[in-house]
């Protein structure tokens, strides 16, 4: 119980400044709609202001445009058709397909479709169309109070959002290798079983990265004030790529590792052990230098290892091996060392590579 509250109160602290712009933005599109517009029952600018603010970062501007495109359609569909038809049994389906089709036409997203509906039945349930045009400028009060949130008062930073998901996929990559490392060192079949879900299973940490890399780039085109981030925002995406490599070499090392036998598993478990000490190094503090260059200090440590152990008695020792160097080598490509450097200071045992400077935190 202790430890769910504790993963509870986590997610409640990386949620609460994502509320509070949220609650905030659906006050003030209330309070514009009903002292400055003078709407009674202003429903829906409030809560347009909430669906766009609830969409993923990177999507927030976009949402509101677009929630506003299919109340736009939902009104003038369904105006048109109570022109054509009146008040009858047949308006509302017509009215509601008419929306959902003119919606489909324009290529719409599944929120313009179902805003487009929802609108037209508001419309038709409300005759006259009175409803639907009060709906119209409360959606376009809500949707400029989001779009306001997003691009003046909070907009939100590309470069921080790129930094946490590499984060979480680092951290996700050294759990994923210190699972082997038990199931290797004690036979622990929970630990393997884990460890062999995750080889068929796509990282959800890294997907999460790839929409980030996504996000990122179009918060630093659209949003004004984040345009001179775009340099580096293209320069971190591109480091950030570097992870795919390094959960492939993951993955390959953990696959040969549990094909291993038993003896040899037990002496094979401190090389993957000391990689997931390295990944988990570097998950720290990926932005700082002297993490970084400890990680690949750990990294080198252990492949380097390899070499005084006994000979391979095993064929999936020798490619376990192998994988084990290339995670070393793709998490040094990740700290910024050059792939040529990586490799040789893999295969010769030479000097350890400096790892440069990171990109500056501001």
Request: with cysteine; net charge neutral.
């Given at each position: 119980m202790r430890d769910a509250g504790t993963r509870a109160l986590r997610r409640m602290d990386a949620s609460v400044w994502a509320v509070f712009q949220t609650t905030l933005?659906?006050?003030?599109?209330?309070?514009?709609?009903?002292?400055?517009?003078?709407?009674?029952?202003?429903?829906?600018?409030?809560?347009?202001?909430?669906?766009?603010?609830?969409?993923?970062?990177?999507?927030?501007?976009t949402t509101a445009v677009r929630l506003l495109l299919g109340v736009v359609v939902g009104i003038l569909a369904a105006d048109l058709v109570l022109l054509v038809l009146g008040q009858g049994l047949l308006t509302?389906?017509?009215?509601?397909?008419?929306?959902?089709?003119?919606?489909?036409?324009?290529?719409?997203?599944?929120?313009?479709?179902?805003?487009?509906?929802?609108?037209?039945?508001?419309?038709?349930?409300?005759?006259?169309?009175?409803?639907?045009?009060?709906?119209?400028?409360?959606?376009?009060?809500?949707?400029?109070?989001?779009?306001?949130?997003?691009?003046?008062?909070?907009?939100?930073?590309?470069?921080?959002?790129l930094r946490r998901a590499v984060t979480a996929a680092l951290a996700d990559l050294a759990s994923g290798l210190a699972a082997a490392g038990r199931a290797l060192e004690?036979?622990?079949?929970?630990?393997?079983r884990q460890a062999r879900d995750r080889l068929w299973q796509e990282s959800g940490p890294l997907a999460e990265l790839a929409q980030a890399q996504v996000f990122s780039r179009r918060i630093a085109r659209r949003v004004p004030v984040r345009?001179?981030?775009i340099g580096?925002?293209?320069?971190?995406?591109?480091?950030?790529?570097?992870?795919?490599?390094?959960?492939?070499?993951?993955?390959?090392?953990?696959?040969?590792?549990?094909?291993?036998?038993?003896?040899?598993?037990?002496?094979?478990?401190?090389?993957?052990?000391?990689?997931a000490e390295a990944l988990h190094e570097l998950a720290a503090h990926p932005d700082d230098r002297r993490s970084r260059q400890a990680a690949v200090h750990l990294a080198l440590d252990t492949v380097r290892s390899l070499a005084a152990g006994p000979p391979a008695a095993h064929p999936f020792r020798a490619t376990a091996a192998m994988a084990a160097r290339m995670v070393a080598v793709d998490l040094m490509m990740f700290?910024?060392?050059?792939?040529?450097?990586?490799?040789?200071?893999?295969r010769t045992g030479g000097n350890e590579p400096a790892v440069p400077p990171p990109p500056p935190r501001d």
């Open positions: 933005a659906a006050t003030v599109a209330w309070v514009v709609a009903v002292r400055v517009v003078g709407h009674p029952q202003p429903f829906f600018a409030p809560i347009s202001a909430v669906v766009a603010l609830t969409a993923a970062l990177g999507e927030r501007g509302l389906p017509v009215a509601v397909f008419t929306a959902m089709m003119t919606a489909a036409a324009l290529r719409a997203v599944r929120i313009i479709m179902v805003q487009s509906a929802a609108s037209a039945i508001l419309t038709v349930v409300f005759a006259g169309g009175a409803a639907g045009w009060q709906r119209l400028v409360d959606a376009l009060i809500g949707a400029g109070v989001a779009l306001l949130t997003v691009q003046v008062v909070f907009p939100p930073d590309p470069v921080r959002l004690h036979g622990d079949e929970d630990s393997a345009r001179p981030l580096r925002v293209r320069a971190e995406s591109e480091n950030a790529s570097l992870l795919n490599l390094l959960d492939v070499s993951c993955r390959m090392l953990t696959r040969a590792a549990l094909s291993l036998p038993a003896a040899e598993r037990e002496r094979f478990a401190p090389v993957v052990r000391g990689l700290t910024g060392i050059d792939p040529e450097q990586a490799l040789a200071a893999v």
